[in-house]
């Protein structure tokens, strides 16, 4: 409708497409932010718009519930993936598919494969861990060769099984952040010059010819937590800057031999590296022993950070502590240890979960006559469900110190 030669704002003569008026790239960019499903359905709006999809420059699996059946989930993905041009870079792939409790191995790995041929930098892969608490695992196992990038920097599996020569990411040299969650690792190594970021939580840890040995010397952060099996091989880091390791809950074997000083005659194989004829170098403190930030968590029974001690390591750069229950047995031995061997610590945090034994006495204990010079030391915290006789005891052993008691706080749990 006009008025005075003019055109009424909002008729339909009025209306101009701008979204057609975008280039091609822009559209693609626009449709990566949308589910797979979603992005694919727009190639009826247009003729323009019939192929934009194939192009899109991230791709997000989440809703598969929405296919009803593995077969037809299986077609899709495969015109979404196995089509693409290797040339058509990706910069995102997130699988969520944990709508289905059965995939095809073969077909998953060769999915993960063909987007990392097609550069994609970021790859997240969900899946189920379970039918139910009753049954076995049923975790999707990925191939067993390497994976080739040249361009991959984050990778995040999800309830995958991960086997021997997967976990070498030599041939991924701008990988820098691994996030392992819930899975099955069954290697002996998990291996990357260019890791700066590692996390493993909730995964199981399987025994084959030796305890997985992480190898990664560029490594700034490193979670290993509420993990089952075995208890993982740490290689000198020197660039770790913060460390979180929880141990003791549901992977520590005990081995009354090696805990008594006779581990190198000893055949039980839960010391050793790569050589069977030698007894071999600490386990995880040496490789943390470069770390600013520390947090250690274990059981009292814990047996691995014990042995680490005879290694004496110095833990020249570290300024934030954070130690559980475990550090305060035997006479607290361990807690003095530490005390000792961080020069430079700031901040001191003891966190007391169990109830206290009756034998935990300090009385006698040669560690009293020993004085601790504290100087970087700002603040003491410990967390406990009560006063009860281990704090009283730390309270002894800093009041050996130069710090004042005006720097411990007690907090409750």
Known sequence: MSHGGKTVKGSPSSR????SAL???LLQHALGFLEAQEAVRTCVLARRWRHLWRLIPRLRVTEVEAFRSVEKFNEFMDQLILPREHSSALDECEFDLR??????????????????MCHARVL???LYTSLSATQARTDVKLGNEPLLSQHLSRLE????????HLLNFTSCPVLEALKITNCVVYADKILSQSLKHL????????????????????LISLQLDDYAGVTPILRSMPSLETASVSLGHRNEE?????????FEDCDCGMVYLEDDCAPQVSVQLVGLSTATCLELIASAKMVTFK????????????????????????????????LHHTPVLERLTLKLCKKPKSDMELEGSDLMEESLTLKQLKIVKIKCQMIDERVRNIFKILSCSSISLEKINVEKL
């Open 199 to 218: 996390s493993i939580v909730g995964c199981e840890l399987i025994w084959l010819f030796h305890p997985t040995c992480i190898s990664a010397p560029s």
């Open 307 to 338: 042995r680490d001690l005879r290694y004496c390591p110095e833990f020249s750069k570290l300024k934030s502590l954070l130690l559980s229950d475990w550090c305060l047995v035997a006479d607290f031995q361990t807690l003095v240890y530490f």
């Open 23 to 25: 280039p091609d790239c």
């Open 254 to 262: 005990y081995c009354d031999f090696c805990d008594n000083g006779g």
């Open 157 to 164: 599996l999800n309830c995958v099984y991960l086997k021997d």
């Open 99 to 116: 709508g289905f409790l059965r995939l095809d191995d073969a077909r998953v790995d060769l999915w993960i494969r063909h987007v990392l």
């Open 16 to 19: 101009v497409d701008h979204l």
């Open 124 to 126: 997240q892969l969900h």
